[in-house]
């Protein structure tokens, strides 16, 4: 058996349907160097790789080309500078749900204020990303999270134990059973119509956490609803949506007592998350 150097398992990943830069993860994997380490395969582009390695990398070769994210065959995916641990229980972070956290992040005061209620609460939280992403970049704040789905709620706590993050975690469903006001609650919601096309592309995700009903809209107008006897005077709600949802979603909070109502855009340039402040008074 002549086994390959580093340099043609990656040109073979790539001629079975992976994009290089997969391929040179998936290597670096098994080979149990960290993914930032891509410089290291140049570097040894010529080393053979051995059989028992050379198996491993063919078995992830083959998940990844059936359409298996990344993510969940190597088991971490980095969002904010954080290193998260992700499997099929949660959704994949997203890049541009950093827009999400930017935002948040410009309109939390700094210092906070004193008895300025509950800090920020995450609504359907997922991974935590969202949640731990804040609450590493402020640490003083306090974060709570919430999620339907008691597995989620495993593989945040794990992240939140493993980045040593407090965060106070909850199960149920958006805010019930939620007490007390926030000054800033965000979401990351399901917005996929239930009959949407790209959902045949997201078979290995949890469908619960894509798709909300006829038009994607169930859970934000569910949210939106709730939110306003949990939300501070003057504090902010704020959505992830899907890229052609804005003018619905404001829609929504206007018709819902909302003021300031706002979108902001993604790294792609689309309007990508929405929000709203609770009325002063």
Same mark, same amino acid.
């Given at each position: 058996? #002549?086994?390959?150097?580093?340099?043609?398992?990656?040109?073979? !990943? +790539?001629?079975? *349907?992976?994009?290089? %830069? =997969?391929?040179?993860?998936?290597?670096?994997?098994?080979?149990?160097?960290?993914?930032?380490?891509?410089?290291?395969?140049?570097?040894?582009?010529?080393?053979?790789?051995?059989?028992?390695?050379?198996?491993?990398?063919?078995?992830?070769?083959?998940?990844?080309?059936?359409?298996?994210?990344?993510?969940?065959?190597?088991?971490?995916?980095?969002?904010?500078?954080?290193?998260?641990?992700?499997?099929?229980?949660?959704?994949?972070?997203?890049?541009?749900?950093?827009?999400?956290? #930017?935002?948040?992040?410009?309109?939390?005061?700094?210092?906070? !204020? +004193?008895?300025? *209620?509950?800090?920020? %609460? =995450?609504?359907?939280?997922?991974?935590?990303?969202?949640?731990?992403?804040?609450?590493?970049?402020?640490?003083?704040?306090?974060?709570?999270?919430?999620?339907?789905?008691?597995?989620?709620?495993?593989?945040?706590?794990?992240?939140?134990?493993?980045?040593?993050?407090?965060?106070?975690?909850?199960?149920?469903?958006?805010?019930?059973?939620?007490?007390?006001?926030?000054?800033?609650?965000?979401?990351?919601?399901?917005?996929?119509?239930?009959?949407?096309?790209?959902?045949?592309?997201?078979?290995?995700?949890?469908?619960?956490?894509?798709?909300?009903?006829?038009?994607?809209?169930?859970?934000?107008?569910?949210?939106?609803?709730?939110?306003?006897?949990?939300?501070?005077?003057?504090?902010?709600?704020?959505?992830?949506?899907?890229?052609?949802?804005?003018?619905?979603?404001?829609?929504?909070?206007?018709?819902?007592?909302?003021?300031?109502?706002?979108?902001?855009?993604?790294?792609?340039?689309?309007?990508?998350?929405?929000?709203?402040?609770?009325?002063?008074?």
């Amino acid at each position: 058996m #002549n086994l390959p150097n580093i340099s043609q398992a990656v040109l073979d !990943a +790539e001629s079975r *349907g992976l994009d290089r %830069l =997969d391929a040179q993860l998936l290597l670096l994997h098994v080979l149990d160097k960290p993914a930032s380490d891509r410089a290291w395969l140049l570097a040894h582009d010529s080393d053979l790789i051995n059989a028992a390695v050379l198996q491993r990398l063919d078995r992830l070769v083959k998940r990844r080309a059936a359409g298996e994210p990344l993510a969940y065959i190597t088991g971490h995916k980095e969002f904010y500078g954080l290193d998260l641990l992700v499997d099929e229980r949660v959704l994949v972070p997203r890049p541009d749900t950093e827009t999400l956290v #930017n935002w948040a992040l410009e309109l939390l005061p700094l210092p906070l !204020a +004193e008895g300025s *209620g509950q800090g920020l %609460l =995450d609504l359907g939280t997922g991974s935590g990303a969202i949640a731990l992403a804040l609450k590493a970049t402020r640490p003083e704040l306090h974060v709570s999270a919430t999620d339907y789905s008691e597995d989620a709620l495993a593989v945040a706590r794990a992240n939140a134990e493993r980045l040593q993050l407090e965060v106070h975690f909850w199960q149920g469903s958006w805010l019930q059973g939620i007490t007390g006001r926030f000054q800033i609650i965000v979401s990351n919601p399901p917005y996929i119509a239930a009959q949407d096309t790209h959902l045949a592309a997201l078979t290995h995700e949890p469908l619960r956490a894509l798709a909300s009903g006829a038009d994607g809209l169930d859970d934000i107008r569910q949210i939106i609803t709730q939110s306003p006897r949990h939300l501070l005077p003057g504090a902010w709600l704020l959505l992830e949506h899907g890229y052609d949802q804005a003018s619905a979603v404001r829609r929504l909070l206007e018709q819902t007592g909302f003021e300031q109502v706002q979108s902001r855009r993604d790294l792609a340039g689309l309007e990508r998350c929405s929000g709203g402040r609770a009325p002063q008074a």
